[in-house]
C-alpha cells in the first residue's frame, strides 16, 4: 500500500507550491510592493515552472530518485527557515523575499518531476490507475490547508498583535515558522518512508547539456506541426481573461473600499478565497477531468469554453453589487473559482496537439510548463492594468477578454474537438487501441 508516503510526498510538494502560487502575492503587498510590483513579481515565481522541462533528463539519470526526494525536501525546509528570518531580519525589504521564494519555486519544481517519477516506478500503470484519485485528492487537500489556514493565521496574528509596531511583518514571521514546522515533519517522515521502487528506471548518464539539448529538439520537433502557432495563439487567447484575473482577484478582496475594493481583512480572504475558492477549483477541476475521460473532447469541448470566460462576469458584477456579508462573499468566490476549474480543462486539447507523440503517455511535462508560459505575460501586468484603469473598469476589460476567449474556442473547436485526447496510466477507454498501434520503442527493438 503507499498510503504510507503518498500523502506526505505530494504534500511536501503541495505546501510550498501553495506558498509560492497564492500566499506569495499578499506577501509581497503587505511588505511594501505596490500591485503592479507584487503581479510582476509573483509572475517572475513561475519561471522555473516553464523551464522545468529542460531538466527533466537530467533528473530521470538519477534512477529510483527517492534520495534525490530527501534532498530537495531538505533543501526546501532550509529555504522555508530562512524565509522566515528574511521577515525576522529584513522586514521590509522585498528583493531578499523574492530571492527566498524564487530558489523555493525552483526546488518545488525539480521536486514535482522527481515525485512524478518515483511514482510512476513504484507502481505498474494498473497499480497506479488505483491511486491516481488519491494522489490528486491529498495534493489538494495539502493546497487548500496550505493557502487557508496560513492567510488567517496571519490575519489572526495581526490582529492580536496589532500594538505592535512591526505586527504586519512579525505576523508573517511567526506563520512561515510555524509552516517550516509542519514541513520539517513531513521531511523527517520521508526519510524513513521513501525507499527504492520495485520497478525498474531508465536511467541513464546525462549531461544537464544534453538534456536541454534533448528538449530544444523537441522544441524543434513541436514547431514543425502544422498550424502549431495558432494553437498556441489560441490557448494564449483562451486563458488570456482568467491571466488578468489570477493575482487581481485578490487584490479586489483585499483592497479598502476607498480604492474600489471590498476591504475584506486577512482572515475574510484566507477563508473565502483560500479555502472555499481553492475547494471549488479543486471539486471542478475534477468533475472535469472525469468527464473529459469519459466522453472525450467533442462532447465536453463548450461545457468547459463557457465557464472559462465566466469569472471575470462575476468578480464585474461584486463590483456593482458588493456582497453584504462573508455568505455571499463566499457563494461568489465558489462560483468564480467552479468556473476556473471546469473551464481548466479545455487546455487539454491545445496541449495535447501542441505534444503529439512525444508526450503520449502524459503531458504533464509539457502541461504545466506551456500554461504557466502563456500566462505569463498578462499575470506579470495585471498589476499595471489595475493600478491604471482601478478596479471596476479592469473588470469590464476583463470580461471583455471573455469575450475574445469564447471566439478563440469557437475558431479551434473544428480543429480540436476531433483530436483524440491521449491518457496516462491505460485509464483511457481506448488505451488497448492505443497501445496495440503505438509500441514502446524499446520493445521493437527487442
Not at 53 to 70: I, P, T
Not at 157 to 166: E, G, S
Request: proline share 4%; hydrophobic share 55%; glycine share 6%.
Amino acid at each position: 500500500s503507499p498510503m504510507p508516503w503518498l500523502f506526505p510526498l505530494f504534500a511536501a510538494e503541495a505546501i510550498p507550491f501553495a506558498l509560492i502560487t497564492f500566499v506569495s502575492l499578499l506577501m509581497f503587498v503587505q511588505q511594501g510592493a505596490g500591485w503592479g510590483r507584487a503581479t510582476l513579481l509573483c509572475a517572475l515565481l513561475t519561471l522555473p515552472w516553464v523551464l522545468k522541462s529542460f531538466v527533466r533528463e537530467k533528473v530521470r539519470q538519477f534512477g529510483h530518485f527517492a534520495w534525490v526526494l530527501k534532498v530537495i525536501e531538505l533543501c526546501m525546509l532550509a529555504v522555508l527557515v530562512g524565509l522566515a528570518f528574511a521577515f525576522d531580519r529584513y522586514r521590509y525589504s522585498v528583493p531578499q523575499l523574492f530571492v527566498c521564494l524564487f530558489l523555493l519555486s525552483a526546488l518545488c519544481a525539480w521536486h514535482e518531476l522527481a515525485a512524478r517519477m518515483y511514482y510512476e516506478r513504484m507502481f505498474y500503470p494498473r497499480q497506479q490507475r488505483l491511486y491516481n484519485g488519491a494522489k490528486i485528492f491529498f495534493s489538494q487537500t495539502a493546497h487548500v490547508i496550505t493557502y487557508g489556514v496560513v492567510i488567517m493565521a496571519v490575519g489572526a496574528l495581526q490582529v492580536f498583535y496589532h500594538n505592535r509596531a512591526d505586527a504586519m511583518s512579525f505576523a508573517w514571521n511567526v506563520a512561515v515558522y510555524m509552516l517550516a514546522g509542519v514541513f520539517m515533519l513531513l521531511v523527517f517522515y520521508n526519510c524513513l518512508v521513501l525507499r527504492r521502487p520495485s520497478v525498474g528506471d531508465d536511467s541513464r548518464s546525462a549531461s544537464l547539456a544534453e538534456a536541454v539539448r534533448s528538449e530544444v529538439q523537441v522544441i524543434d520537433r513541436i514547431a514543425r506541426k502544422p498550424y502549431w502557432l495558432a494553437v498556441v495563439s489560441g490557448l494564449f487567447f483562451v486563458l488570456l481573461p482568467q491571466s488578468l484575473m489570477f493575482h487581481t482577484r485578490v487584490l479586489f478582496l483585499l483592497a479598502s473600499k476607498a480604492e474600489g475594493g471590498l476591504g475584506c481583512t486577512m482572515l475574510q480572504v484566507g477563508f473565502a478565497q483560500g479555502t472555499i475558492g481553492v475547494m471549488a477549483f479543486s471539486i471542478a477541476l475534477a468533475i472535469g477531468h472525469r468527464l473529459l475521460m469519459h466522453r472525450g473532447v467533442r462532447r465536453t469541448y463548450w461545457l468547459f469554453a463557457i465557464p472559462m470566460g465566466l469569472s471575470p462576469w462575476v468578480y464585474l458584477l461584486m463590483t456593482v453589487v458588493p456582497p453584504v456579508s462573508l455568505l455571499w462573499l463566499c457563494v461568489a468566490t465558489f462560483l468564480a473559482q467552479f468556473f476556473f476549474g471546469l473551464g481548466l480543462n479545455l487546455t487539454v486539447a491545445f496541449v495535447c496537439y501542441i505534444s503529439g507523440d512525444r508526450y503520449r503517455n502524459t503531458i504533464n511535462y509539457l502541461y504545466i510548463p506551456m500554461v504557466a508560459l502563456v500566462m505569463f505575460v498578462p499575470m506579470g501586468i495585471s498589476g499595471w492594468l489595475l493600478q491604471r484603469f482601478g478596479f471596476q473598469q479592469f473588470f469590464i476589460i476583463d470580461a471583455l477578454c471573455a469575450l475574445l476567449s469564447w471566439a478563440s474556442a469557437a475558431l479551434a473547436y473544428s480543429f480540436l474537438s476531433n483530436y483524440q485526447v491521449p491518457q496516462r496510466h491505460a485509464s483511457h477507454p481506448h488505451r488497448k487501441h492505443i497501445i496495440k498501434n503505438n509500441k514502446p520503442q524499446n520493445v521493437v527493438e527487442k
